[in-house]
């Protein structure tokens, strides 16, 4: 008979902690992000940032999913990254100015700061969520993990096609 796998409390209570954290990140980007869809210069950048708002609100839906499997509820913690990261893009829009595609440059790099760490975040809570023997959650993680991958190579293309250039070209 093969016995049970059990994670630790304090692995469990670690992992819970960091999907806490993330939670908040995620719906304090849910805030943020019509704000730098409103800022955006290029309607290809504000369509991405549109995008993204409704793929976040999947996003928290699919951790209230992961929260459900584990029977514990959906609490924020919050995140000082994301904090800091979302600051970086306010920041953008209040030192560059309106109708620049310098500001569309800032916002660009401001949202894939974003989403790397947003990469990292999901990539490594669902491989806990493998070795904790959870295939459900590392399934969903892996969802959105793929999500989040899709929307930074969405945004490197809108740079490499045709932003950066005219930003550094002024």
């Keep these: 008979m093969k016995a049970k796998f059990k994670t630790s409390p304090e692995f469990h209570e670690f992992f819970l902690n960091e999907l806490r954290d993330l939670y908040w990140a995620e719906n304090h980007l849910l805030k943020a992000l019509p704000k730098m869809q409103e800022a955006a210069t290029s309607p290809?950048?504000?369509?991405?940032?549109?995008?993204?708002?409704?793929?976040?609100?999947?996003?928290?839906?699919?951790?209230?999913?992961?929260?459900?499997?584990?029977?514990?509820?959906?609490?924020?913690?919050?995140c000082d990254a994301m904090e800091g990261l979302i600051r970086e893009a306010e920041n953008i829009i209040e030192e560059t100015d309106a109708g620049n595609l310098i500001?569309?440059?800032?916002?660009?790099l401001a949202a894939q700061k974003i989403e790397h760490y947003e990469i990292v975040a999901y990539g490594s809570l669902k491989t806990f969520a493998k070795n904790?023997?959870?295939?459900?959650?590392?399934?969903?993680?892996?969802?959105?993990?793929?999500?989040?991958?899709?929307?930074?190579?969405?945004?490197?293309?809108?740079?490499?096609?045709?932003?950066?250039?005219?930003?550094?070209?002024?």
């Design 132 to 170: 904790m023997r959870q295939k459900e959650i590392a399934e969903l993680l892996q969802f959105t993990l793929d999500n989040e991958k899709a929307t930074d190579r969405a945004l490197t293309q809108i740079a490499e096609d045709f932003v950066n250039e005219k930003a550094v070209a002024g």
């Design 103 to 108: 500001r569309d440059a800032g916002l660009i």
């Design 44 to 78: 290809e950048l504000a369509a991405a940032f549109e995008k993204h708002t409704e793929e976040t609100e999947i996003h928290i839906a699919t951790l209230d999913q992961v929260f459900l499997l584990l029977d514990e509820k959906a609490q924020a913690k919050k």
